[in-house]
Each structure stands twice: as structure tokens, then as C-alpha cells.
């Protein structure tokens, strides 16, 4: 009973899109109270069909997500299990930008071969974020260095999980790597 509320409070805090200063400090607050239990495993990561990490990268922005990010990875947090619309986390970063919080996915294990319905994987999910910021003119932000180099490490990921690398092929990973 204690897990699926503390797990029912905070999937409606994740779900929540952080508007103001105030509503931010008090999400901290409720989720710093549940800190152990998180660090402990003793929440439904995957609560109603909704992978909380996949929530809070889609509703909160960068700059908040940090820490929250670090305590659902710590206490064990699936970074492939999609939620009820089909996206990953992995998927979810990519398709809002999130460079940095995409490349802390890839180094805990998030698989970049996973699909959308549609087909689109999470190259092309970085790459059309990229394509939409330039169609509107919005400005370069540093997240999108962080960004580039998460489509990289995925177009690395691509080249090897082909079969019979080519000669060409293989100094295309490796200059990729570099």
C-alpha cells in the first residue's frame, strides 16, 4: 500500500508541468521526502503505463530535471520501458532536446535501437527537434552541443550495429568517435 501511493504522489508530481519557481520548490521538497524510498527501489517506476522517467523528461524543463533524473536512476528506474504513447525516455530527451539528459540515458544502459509507432528512433527524433528549431529561426542554446553530440554517439550506435562493416564503414565509426 505504501509503495503504490508514495508512487501515486509521485507520478502526479512528474506529470505536472513546472510553471512557476514556487511549484518547483515544493515538487523538490515532496520528492526529497521520498528520497530513501526511491533510492531503495520501493516505487512502481512504471505506474498506470507511465515510465516516471519518461514523465519527468517530458514535462519539466532542463534545468530541473537534473536532480529528480538522478534519484529514479539510482534506485533503478527503466531507462527502455516506453510509456503509454510509445516513447522511451531515451526517445522522449531526444525529441525535446535534451542533450545532456539523453547522453546520462545512453550511459545507463537506454537502448538507441528502440522505435516510435511511426517508425522514427531516437536519431531522428534529435534531428527533427533540429530541424523544427531551425524552420522557426530559435536561437542556439549550449544544451544543443550536448544535443549534436548525442546524435553522434546514436549514429555511432547505428553504423555498428550493421552486419559486415565495410572498411569505409568502419572509419566512418571511428571518425564519429573522435
Not at 2 to 13: D, M, N, Q, T
Not at 58 to 65: E, L, M, P, T, V
Not at 136 to 152: I, K
Given at each position: 500500500?505504501?509503495?503504490?501511493?508514495?508512487?501515486?504522489?509521485?507520478?502526479?508530481?512528474?506529470?505536472?508541468?513546472?510553471r512557476?519557481?514556487?511549484?518547483?520548490?515544493?515538487?523538490?521538497?515532496r520528492?526529497?521526502?521520498?528520497?530513501?524510498?526511491?533510492?531503495?527501489?520501493?516505487?512502481a517506476?512504471?505506474?498506470?503505463?507511465?515510465?516516471?522517467?519518461?514523465?519527468?523528461l517530458?514535462?519539466?524543463?532542463?534545468?530541473?530535471?537534473e536532480?529528480?533524473?538522478?534519484?529514479?536512476?539510482?534506485?533503478?528506474?527503466?531507462?527502455?520501458?516506453?510509456?503509454?504513447?510509445?516513447?522511451?525516455?531515451?526517445?522522449?530527451?531526444?525529441?525535446?532536446?535534451?542533450?545532456?539528459?539523453?547522453?546520462?540515458?545512453?550511459?545507463?544502459?537506454?537502448?538507441?535501437?528502440?522505435?516510435?509507432?511511426?517508425?522514427?528512433?531516437?536519431?531522428?527524433?534529435?534531428?527533427?527537434?533540429?530541424?523544427?528549431?531551425?524552420?522557426?529561426?530559435?536561437?542556439?542554446?549550449?544544451?544543443?552541443?550536448?544535443?549534436?553530440?548525442?546524435?553522434?554517439?546514436?549514429?555511432?550506435?547505428?553504423?555498428?550495429?550493421?552486419?559486415?562493416?565495410?572498411?569505409?564503414?568502419?572509419?566512418?565509426?571511428?571518425?564519429?568517435?573522435?
Open positions: 500500500i505504501e509503495v503504490k501511493e508514495r508512487s501515486k504522489e509521485l507520478f502526479s508530481i512528474f506529470k505536472r508541468r513546472i512557476t519557481q514556487h511549484f518547483h520548490i515544493d515538487a523538490i521538497n520528492i526529497n521526502r521520498h528520497e530513501e524510498a526511491i533510492l531503495n527501489g520501493e516505487v517506476f512504471d505506474y498506470l503505463g507511465d515510465n516516471m522517467l519518461g514523465l519527468l517530458n514535462n519539466w524543463s532542463s534545468g530541473a530535471i536532480r529528480p533524473m538522478s534519484l529514479l536512476l539510482a534506485g533503478g528506474a527503466c531507462v527502455n520501458t516506453p510509456s503509454n504513447d510509445g516513447y522511451t525516455p531515451l526517445l522522449t530527451a531526444c525529441s525535446r532536446g535534451l542533450g545532456e539528459e539523453a547522453n546520462l540515458l545512453l550511459e545507463h544502459g537506454a537502448s538507441p535501437r528502440q522505435h516510435l509507432p511511426n517508425g522514427d528512433d531516437a536519431l531522428i527524433s534529435a534531428l527533427k527537434f533540429f530541424q523544427a528549431c531551425s524552420e522557426v529561426n530559435a536561437r542556439s542554446r549550449q544544451e544543443d552541443l550536448h544535443l549534436g553530440w548525442t546524435c553522434c554517439i546514436l549514429r555511432a550506435a547505428h553504423i555498428r550495429s550493421a552486419t559486415g562493416l565495410l572498411p569505409l564503414e568502419e572509419a566512418q565509426l571511428k571518425l564519429s568517435q573522435a
